[in-house]
């Protein structure tokens, strides 16, 4: 492989450094970058000078010194509030659910990283993601794969890049599981090997994605309702709840045929919230916009192939029928608890045809 | 030339040729000076004892503290160790603001221009914060320079509220030189405390505390050839500003501490070899400095320099510029790559650049003050290090403006 100067972006987590280190070893010219992105407001003090996520940059930047490349911090908290933490507020208003993390992937780290990088000279962006690219940097057609190791997979949540964005992305884990992820770091020496992985919202310092949520968009009470329309309950903010939700309803009185409740359906602007037996939330068919082939060309036939819905969730068998902008997904057997926002990302095998954002979904047809 | 090696090795990730351009934020330190605390390293005794070593180490102590007095128009009582710039800014900030008030208690009002360093700028506002003090912002003109009007205008709007004035001597981000004589003199007339952060000017400019009358002058030994955690506030006779450190009562009682013995003859030794050349000194970077504007206007044609022209106005060592539609930070990061080391101003301990608030208050918007770069000169650059930029910065600003469109 040619020497190429590679961004690697380091968020002062153990992959990405890993993956740093193996990039500037394969003989790459690597630049580290951390991005900075929080702006969280008790942290600013006398206008603009603090910011948060020391910890991380402090990480990120020793990570880099032991492996001896230069560093530096980008400032991208006015890209990230806009492009994924108000996206993510704007999602739930509307009665979907965000991936805040594929967001992130497809506007920050492979937009607005990755342009900046290009335009300073660099060939491509390195990042610590657990999945596999074939094919080298600059080339076309580069198929993304899943990981090996399968609990650790991100494929999903890279789903949502273009062919172009993959022709520059550089992601050198895919072919290690997590657990040799840690015992390389801690054999080169980084000091965080044994830092733990992160899973919260990243802009949610708390975990408390409600309370985030009703601070952002404030009280909005409504009904809850069975499929009959009869009212058996309220709410705060029809933000509160996601498609399968079956805990924290607060429903008034037992249903009729005293079987638990799920949610079905989110109605933002009645502020309507139904829910219903499990079977209700059975799902057939899927309509999903903005579609993204990166994978294979767009397809002008029906193609079938393996649907996953949302992130480290099962995958369907499913045919597909694209027509410009829009993508209908007939699942084989029926998938529970789709919610609109999430991505399907289609599969060949462990390979990534491409994604589109769920819309809207139907039952499963009756012959099922 | 050994000098010469010194600045190459302090420029992290650069290989083969490294322009270092960045003397204002710290200079390498002179052979004389590294000869002077490396052998006084081997020495023992703490200046405050009373037998025979502690006798040592105070005469070391005392020699070079007549050795700075001397060079900046002070007696040697008039000299107070400190470990920095930023801790005699807070100690004449504060101390004095604290010792007028304690006398006068309708004393409130702190005068202070809005482009200090951070040292006076945020002892100021921690005294608006916590001590009821009135922070009185000083504005500055186009190119940075406040005028001995706009603080006659500020002290008559109520003399008797005054506290204290800071002004810079050189501002150490646009090089921009303050009339701090008249300043000083304005303030005296009115018996008013005086204190001039003049960390960058003492290098450059021919800095008095008797000459100017100022009630306190701060002092560093690392901008100059010394090393850092040396630092200086010259104080008046007579002047007693309440001390911030309390302890042993070394210093006068203003600043207790044990005394940095070896730090302190280095920093003698410093100040001595650049008092003894800074004449000649000033003219060679103020010749390299012109150069360097020069070569980067033709370069770049759209660039601005920013703070005042070159001239008695400005530090001979500085050049900062604004480069429209370019990220300071990606100026930097193409320059660091090309081995050249410069600054953006201020970046936040996470190590994210900020827009300049000295930019801001000479009135420059935010992507003026994020876009711009200074670069600055010493004892050990030379004709190559500005040819070196000149080589250089035109690929690099063009490229720095597509990445931020």
Redesign the interface.
Known sequence: MSRLRVLAAMSGGVDSAVAAARAAEAGHDV?GV?L?LSRNPSSYR?????????ED??DA?RAADVIG??F????LADRFHTDVVQDFVDAYARGNTPNPCLRCNEKIKFTAVL??AV???FDAVCTGHHAQLQGSPGEAGRRLVRSVDAAKDQSYVLGVLTSEQLSRAMFPLGDTTKAEVRREAARRGLGVADKPDSHDVCFIADGDTQGFLRRQLGSAPGQLVELDGAVVGSHDGSYGFTIGQRKGLRIERPAADGRPRYVLSIEPVSRTVTVGPAEALDVGEIDATGPVWSGCPSPSAPIDCLVQLRAHGECYPATCWTAGEEVTIRLRNPARGVAAGQAAVFYDGDAVLGSATIARTRPAPDRC | MSERAAADHSV??GDGAAAYLDHAATTPMLPAAVAAMTAELAELGNASSLHNAGRRARRVVEESRELIAETYGAKPSEVVFTSGGTEADNLAVKGLFWARTAAEPGRRRVLATAIEHHAVL?SV?WLADHEDADADWLPVDGNGRLSVATLADAIERDPASVAMISVMWANNEVGTVQPIAELASLAAEYEIPFHSDAVQAAGQLPVSLAATGATALTITAHKIGGPVGAGALLLSKGAEPVPVLHGGGQERDVRSGTLDVPAIRAFAAAVEVTAGRRPDEAKRLAALRDDLIAQVLAAVPDAILNGSPPGPDRLPANAHFSFPGCEG??LL??L??RGIACSTG??????????S?VLLAMGADEARARGSLRFSLGHSSEQADVDALGAVIGEVAE??R??A?
């Open positions: 630049t951390h900075a006398t206008g603009a000078r603090g910011c948060c996520t020391l940059a402090r930047r490349i230069p530096y911090v980008w400032d342009d900046r335009a300073l000279g | 992290a990730g945020d506002r930070d990606a990061m193409l660091d790559a201020s970046a936040c301990t996470a190590g994210v650049a900020q827009p608030h490229r720095a597509r990445a469109r």
